[in-house]
């Protein structure tokens, strides 16, 4: 989950610097601990977070029950069929587009974002990269 807000706020706002990337790791924490991470395990700067990100995706793997579930939760299949025809399309369209890269084409939706993603990109992005943002 920190690394979607770290990459929500970079695609949003443009590069985290170091001491944002530490203070968002500390304020992260709290949460963290709460999902049994201990705060021994906790990194504290971007160098320890990035050798525990890149050493924890070689643990992923998908199966083709948990892809399905997710494509579905996606999807908003969950809801009456009414509902999921008239919601599901775009939910699965801000689902995928904050996807990571490796998320988005393997494990989840096979294949490029290719339109996609530029179309996400021009919807979402480019109008709050010329925002203020505010702390």
């Not at 985290?16 to 304020?27: A, M, P, Q, W, Y």
């Not at 320890?48 to 948990?66: K, N, P």
């Not at 939910?91 to 996609?116: D, E, K, M, Q, Y």
Request: proline share 8%; no cysteine; aromatic share 12%.
């Amino acid at each position: 989950m920190f690394r979607g807000v770290v990459d929500t706020v970079t695609l949003l706002y443009g590069p985290v610097n170091d001491e944002g990337f530490t203070t968002l790791l500390k304020r992260s924490a709290p949460f963290a601990t709460t999902l049994q991470v201990s705060e021994s395990r906790w990194p504290t700067d971007r160098e320890s977070f990035e050798a525990y990100w890149t050493g924890a995706l070689d643990d992923v793997h998908m199966d083709d029950v948990t892809r399905a579930y997710l494509q579905g939760l996606a999807s908003l299949d969950f809801l009456p069929a009414p509902l999921a025809r008239l919601l599901g399309p775009s939910h699965r369209f801000l689902t995928v587009g904050f996807l990571p890269a490796p998320f988005a084409r393997s494990s989840v939706w096979p294949g490029p974002r290719g339109i996609s993603n530029a179309l996400f990109e021009s919807l979402l992005v480019r109008p709050w990269s010329t925002a203020t943002y505010r702390r």
